[in-house]
Nanobody, 126 residues
Framework: EEQLVESGGGSVQAGGSLRLSCVVY????????TGWFRQAPGKEREGVAQ????????EYVDSVKARFTISHDSATRTQYLLMNNLEPEDTAVYYC???????????????????WGHGTQVTVSS
């Protein structure tokens, strides 16, 4: 049974926009921290953004601030990552993540998330 279902990846030219979606089926009885990681070929996995479902508090890695927006619809348990002004450096596989409780603020770390989606490819051409 899928715990996180991602959608919305694709290909776009530099300067374009994409929106990723992730339905969180896990953590029904608690608040949860949800977000996105990305991994480009030959690079380490990088935390991009995170959000706490309790109050929609958010955090972003510096390289995407002012370009990416993470949001959450509590009624549908769907989390969105709107990516504007995309750059070729944003090309990667993007993974939705979630874990129970509040986010660990100040850093977005792989070890803080126990539930991962399968990933969706985002390709930005110059």
């Amino acid at each position: 049974e899928e715990q996180l279902v991602e959608s919305g990846g694709g290909s776009v030219q530099a300067g374009g926009s994409l929106r990723l979606s992730c339905v969180v089926y896990e953590y029904i009885y608690s608040s949860y921290c949800t977000g996105w990681f990305r991994q480009a070929p030959g690079k380490e996995r990088e935390g991009v953004a995170q959000l706490w479902s309790y109050n929609n508090q958010t955090e972003y890695v510096d390289s995407v601030k002012a370009r990416f927006t993470i949001s959450h619809d509590s009624a549908t348990r769907t989390q969105y990552l709107l990516m504007n002004n995309l750059e070729p450096e944003d090309t990667a596989v993007y993974y939705c993540v979630a874990d129970s409780g509040s986010c660990r603020w100040g850093v977005i770390r792989t070890q803080d998330f126990h539930t991962w989606g399968h990933g969706t490819q985002v390709t930005v051409s110059s």
